[in-house]
């Protein structure tokens, strides 16, 4: 495992040298002779990597000295005699370690790829320019300069620290190793690059590009098949975020109106979608979708090409847990707080590891590189977690064009499209044009086809709205009780987060954010952008927005499932994930009087598999009777003797898996489901199984000659798993999980030509929808960061952990430091003195900073 954390140094320039030998461009990536140069290659790359032991900068606009000191892992603690200046700070030692982070991503939400990556990214920045990111975040920066308030002068202050550490770096030789291989410079730091952080985050957790999927699936199914298939509510199998007695409270005393407008939703369905749109229509979306895929994904000969996943949006896997107890719950009798959030296991990491002092505020958790505030931690007196909503906020419009795709149709009306013409720049290549589209709903994504054919989709995001998160952000991290954070809540706006939170004596959370209030009540598919009949009319308001405080139950949680019952009075979102991480964790909550600060990390490395035990009481009833091969009742028996925890250590897990796949395949398996369509979720299935029978959707195609029920269904998945299993691995033993199963860390960038930079695969345990989440046969999202609070203690005492480490550098010791108690799921404490004093033990660096 130490091996394949090593350095990679020696490895990226053998490979690039065999790629290209070492006076040749590989794409835009210089010369290799130059990086192998003695005095100004590699080395001289590598030696900016180590920090000076001791150093003094003077910085423009700061109002008092500020101390940083870098501990043993590299994480700064920041003392300043205010919140500005502890930011200015914050913006240098981001800068200082993850500079080439702090560049590619407000690329990715601005739409710049192909001014670093070249040519092969000028459909990536075409598509990413479309979505109306980079638009967004601009009419926010309008908004808060013109308010010119707390947002204004944190973002500058961020600004002044992140351009003193670039002001620093004079010759191309002294720049981090990306941006040597890559051939270009950063580009300075402004207040738009901090928002366009944030858009990225609302990118990553929110955009979608299933609409026109889920509107060829109702035209597929028709309304009534749909309708059970792709169900509004979930249909079991999870627990919800807020608990039923807070639910029949109803958090702002709309039990009644809530209560009345679900049960006239559940006797006639709303249709949110209005008239479908033209097969045209339909069409054109399907087409700028797989075309804005395809421009994410498309591999070719250039291995400077991006694989996609940075810039793609959401995709299952990212979601996240956070669960609190409360002090009766509590081993210590006080509460405890836990939060792991599941996004890429990127390097450089996703998060960035700081400690911020004032007089006003000791605070300590990670901030997102570009942030000029950390998002999840905790102060003396309060602690927060994160979790996405996985609420619908996004909608697609099928335009009506006219007049050569200048025009719309709207309402009987024509409306001319907003034009704005734009240039990509391209590393290595020509400029390229780009005309940007409006509507009075939001960016549009153009197709020209045959002729004067046109095809529009419109889109309506909450990224297109202002947000105040920054605000909320500042508010959190000074808050001084429960209160006074779920105040600060008021102020979050993208993207919707399931908040949890807590103080000495309370435990609360709330789903925070812009919940859109949609004319015709939401939902799936492809909508009429021909007329107002689907348009937002507003926000939920706050005390409207799911949430709970102090429950009588005495614990709290969230894990992306469906946050309340189906008589909440708000359209949420139309295709929630089956919730076993909700099932697990409350089981664990419920199961154990109280709980210790070592339960709560030990829930968060658990790998029980719900899947089995949701089937396991299905395969029991089957017996064998002859009607199963000697092969699959070995497998059917083995299955109910195995414990469910997808362990390292574990053969049977390889089985379940088998079994579980081959399951889902054959259920799935009608031509209503073929291409890139979402399948239904395992909650339907499991419902078909228990309730329906004799479905018709349970009878497998490959068999013509007979009709299966339930029974038959699960019958034939055994011996297909038993044959699969057989064909293999044989007569010989199935490998233990921990041999298959891997954990991947991937290049921030997931370039071939810096894969080098990767760690990994290693072993890891988990499966998919584990409470430590592992999906695939190669894990590539999972917890970006482990963190538990607990108030026993005054201060609250934290511990935590992420993926990779402070440096962004690969030349760093610090750059995967972590890695190796990342996957063995263990803590770093973490220390929030409040004097530079209490760290000088095991420092490594200390930096004095002063007014210019």
């Not at 790629?19 to 794409?27: H, N, Y």
């Not at 999870?238 to 029949?248: A, D, G, K, L, Y």
């Not at 290595?428 to 009075?440: E, I, K, Q, W």
């Not at 054959?666 to 489901?673: A, I, P, S």
Request: proline share 7%.
């Amino acid at each position: 495992m130490l091996r394949r954390f090593g350095p990679p140094v020696l490895g990226l320039v053998l490979a690039a040298a065999l790629l290209a030998g070492l006076g040749t461009r590989v794409g835009s990536l210089p010369p290799l002779g130059m990086l192998l140069d003695p005095a100004d290659g590699l080395y001289r790359t590598a030696r900016q990597a180590a920090y000076p032991e001791r150093a003094e900068l003077a910085i423009d606009g700061l109002e008092a000295p500020v101390t940083v000191v870098r501990d043993a892992r590299g994480v700064p603690h920041i003392f300043a005699e205010n919140h500005a200046d502890a930011t200015a700070a914050l913006g240098y030692v981001v800068a200082q370690d993850r500079l080439f982070q702090l560049d590619f991503i407000p690329r990715v939400a601005s739409g710049r790829l192909a001014a670093a990556f070249g040519p092969s990214s000028v459909q990536t920045d075409r598509f990413l320019r479309a979505t109306g990111m980079d638009w967004g975040a601009k009419n926010n920066l309008r908004r808060i300069r013109k308010e010119g308030g707390k947002e204004w002068k944190l973002l500058n202050a961020y600004t002044r620290g992140v351009n003193a550490y670039l002001g620093q770096l004079e010759m191309p030789e002294e720049l981090p190793l990306e941006f040597r291989l890559l051939g270009y410079r950063p580009t300075r730091w402004s207040p738009l690059q901090s928002l366009r952080v944030l858009q990225y985050m609302t990118f990553d957790l929110t955009y979608r590009t299933d609409a026109a999927r889920y509107a060829t699936l109702r035209r597929r199914l028709g309304p009534r098949a749909y309708r059970r298939l792709y169900p509004r509510w979930a249909t079991g199998l999870f627990s919800p975020m807020v608990p039923p007695e807070e639910s029949r409270k109803g958090a702002a005393g709309r039990e009644e109106r809530e209560a009345s407008a679900s049960s006239n939703s559940a006797r006639k369905p709303r249709q949110a979608n209005g008239p479908p749109p033209t097969v045209r229509g339909l069409r054109s979306a399907k087409s700028l979708f797989a075309q804005a895929r395809a421009s994410l994904n498309t591999r070719d000969d250039n291995r400077n090409k991006l694989r996609g996943t940075p810039t793609r949006g959401f995709t299952s896997g990212k979601g996240s847990n956070n669960w609190a107890v409360a002090g009766r719950r509590s081993a210590t009798g006080r509460p405890l707080l836990a939060n792991d959030m599941h996004l890429s296991l990127s390097l450089p990491a996703v998060f960035y590891e700081a400690h911020l002092v004032t007089p006003q505020a000791n605070a300590y958790g990670v901030a997102i590189p570009g942030t000029p505030t950390v998002v999840a931690g905790y102060n003396d007196d309060v602690a927060w977690g994160l979790t996405n909503t996985s609420a619908d906020q996004i909608d697609h419009y099928a335009l009506g064009l006219t007049d050569g795709g200048q025009a719309y149709r709207f309402e009987g009306e024509v409306r001319p499209l907003r034009t704005t013409m734009d240039t990509i720049e391209v590393n290595g290549g020509d400029p390229v044009r780009d005309t940007l589209y409006y509507s009075h709903h939001g960016p549009v994504l153009m197709e020209q086809g045959a002729g004067d054919e046109f095809g529009a989709v419109a889109l309506r995001w909450v990224a297109h709205e202002p947000s105040r998160t920054l605000q909320a952000l500042y508010r959190m991290t000074r808050a001084e009780d429960a209160g006074e954070l779920r105040d600060a809540l008021r102020y979050w706006d993208t993207p919707m987060q399931n908040v949890i939170y807590a103080d000495s004596s309370e435990i609360g959370i709330v789903a925070a954010g812009l919940l859109p209030v949609r004319k015709g009540g939401g939902g799936a598919g492809l909508l009429d952008g021909t007329t107002s009949r689907n348009d937002w009319t507003g926000r939920v308001p706050f005390d409207e927005l799911p949430q709970a405080r102090a429950p009588q139950r005495g614990y709290l949680f969230s894990n992306n499932q469906q946050p309340t019952g189906s008589t909440y009075g708000h359209y949420l979102n139309h295709d929630w994930r089956t919730g076993y991480r909700s099932m697990r964790i409350d089981s664990l909550l419920r199961g154990k009087k109280r709980h210790s600060r070592a339960d709560l990390k030990r829930y968060q490395a658990d790998v029980r598999v719900m899947q089995h035990a949701v089937l396991a009481p299905l395969l029991d009833t089957l017996g064998n009777g002859g009607a199963l091969s000697p092969r699959a009742d070995r497998l059917r028996r083995r299955l109910l003797g195995w414990d469910g925890k997808a362990s390292r250590g574990s053969r049977r897990v390889v089985g379940f898996d088998a079994f579980y796949r081959a399951l889902r395949s054959l259920t799935w398996d009608e031509v209503t489901f073929s291409g890139e369509v979402p399948t239904p979720e395992d909650a339907v299935l499991h419902q078909l199984l228990a309730e329906r029978p004799q479905s018709r959707w349970l009878d497998v195609q490959a068999t013509p000659d007979r009709r299966e029920d339930a029974t038959g269904l699960l019958r034939v998945a055994l011996e297909t798993a038993a044959d699969t299993l057989a064909s293999r691995y044989g007569d010989r033993p199935r490998p233990r999980w921990g041999a298959r199963h891997k954990v991947l860390f991937r290049h921030l960038t997931q370039n071939e030509a810096l894969s080098a930079l990767s760690r990994g695969p290693v072993s890891y345990p988990g499966y998919d929808a584990t409470l430590s989440p592992a999906r695939g046969d190669t894990a590539t999202h999972s917890a970006a960061w482990r963190m538990v609070v607990d108030f026993s203690t005054d201060p609250p005492t934290g511990q935590g952990i992420y993926p990779g480490g402070q440096s962004g550098t690969p030349f760093s010791p610090l750059y995967d430091l972590h890695l190796k108690s990342y996957v063995n799921f263990a803590y770093y404490d973490l220390k929030k003195p409040r004097c530079p004093g209490a760290l000088a033990d095991g420092a490594l660096a200390r930096l004095e900073l002063r007014p210019k």
